[in-house]
């Protein structure tokens, strides 16, 4: 598998564990406008060197999830701002269209440091 984006989380937003009670995870890069980054996992912006899309896998922690759906703005906001909704629910059709949908169990122990990726 090749990796086709990669960083690391460095701060977590005082509200961004909540949005994990409603099996989300919500990302955003450094240097996000401050009333956003308090929802937000926020990361050092990595480069996206492929496509998203169902099938591919995403990892968070060292857990790993299979993409299954992906929104029809997802792939632009990942790449311009590292902005990108996460749904843990294995849903095949995307909810809005920044959201990305994987299957697997919501993640734990989330801390800054956690290196988060999509691989291909």
Partial sequence: MQTIYQTTITHIGRCAREALEDNMLITFREGAPADIQDYCFIHCHGELTGKLKPGIGFELNGQHYAVTAVGDVAQQNLQELGHITLRFDGE???EYPGTVH????????????????FVA
Avoid at 102 to 117: A, T, W
Wanted: aromatic fraction near 0%.
């Fill in 92 to 94: 095949a059709q995307a």
């Fill in 102 to 117: 994987v299957n697997g169990p919501l993640p734990q122990g989330i801390e800054p440091g956690c290196r988060l990726k």
